[in-house]
T-cell receptor, first 114, second 116 residues
Framework: AQSVTQLGSHVSVSEGALVLLRCNYS??????LFWYVQYPNQGLQLLLK??????LVKGINGFEAEFKKSETSFHLTKPSAHMSDAAEYFC????????????FGSGTQLTVLP | DTGVSQDPRHKITKRGQNVTFRCDPI?????LYWYRQTLGQGPEFLTY????????KSRLLSDRFSAERPKGSFSTLEIQRTEQGDSAMYLC??????????????FGPGTRLTVL
């Protein structure tokens, strides 16, 4: 079984500041890890994914995440926040090579202050 | 590629009524998933199909819920005798096997159900 914990249900940053959203996972086998973003009343958009290749993964909109096996973490970062980054972010895990379901964290609402 | 579409986008119903939602996946995707998302939570898996075969169902999928994908293309999710606890966003996703071996899931905009 796998699970995801997102620390901090709400994060506020100033425009131009570093964004750091935390995700820790638990998996009995090597995982595949994903970050999705959700804007109000919309579905989820894939930001980036880790599939056992490079541990530092770059995604869309300037986001990146680093897979750290020793810390069972997959934190999402962006060097400089933009107002348009305000949204809810979900970390998700699935078993490597699996076509089965994603297990999501409870989400982190990111607010960007002017 | 027009993305995953869902219909309707919003549904308001009275307790005890039946509702049906439709999902049209990306055309070349053979896997289709249903998730439920309640306010302030991440999506929770309900069921998934490979082509027309329903391969897995969550314990969340009570006997009032049924999903079909009759020709391996679009899918329907029906909820019978709706309860107020069924109020949620119902998300559909489809996937294909990427060269990395992972299955990237692409989500539709969701159907928001409100049960009065």
């Amino acid at each position: 079984a796998q699970s995801v914990t997102q620390l901090g249900s709400h994060v506020s940053v100033s425009e131009g500041a570093l964004v750091l959203l935390r995700c820790n996972y638990s998996s009995s086998v090597p995982p595949y890890l994903f970050w999705y973003v959700q804007y109000p009343n919309q579905g989820l958009q894939l930001l980036l994914k880790y599939t056992s290749a490079a541990t530092l993964v770059k995604g869309i909109n300037g986001f990146e995440a680093e897979f750290k096996k020793s810390e069972t973490s997959f934190h999402l970062t962006k060097p400089s926040a933009h107002m348009s980054d305000a949204a809810e972010y979900f970390c998700a895990v699935t078993l490597s090579g699996s076509a089965r379901q994603l297990t999501f964290g409870s989400g982190t609402q990111l607010t960007v202050l002017p | 590629d027009t993305g995953v579409s869902q219909d309707p986008r919003h549904k308001i119903t009275k307790r005890g009524q039946n509702v049906t939602f439709r999902c049209d996946p990306i055309s070349e995707h053979n896997r289709l998933y249903w998730y439920r998302q309640t306010l302030g939570q991440g999506p929770e898996f309900l069921t998934y199909f490979q082509n027309e075969a329903q391969l897995e169902k969550s314990r969340l999928l009570s006997d009032r819920f049924s999903a079909e994908r009759p020709k391996g293309s679009f899918s329907t999710l029906e909820i019978q005798r709706t309860e107020q606890g069924d109020s949620a966003m119902y998300l559909c996703a489809s996937s294909f096997r990427a060269t990395s071996g992972s299955y990237e899931q692409f989500f539709g905009p969701g159907t928001r159900l409100t049960v009065l």
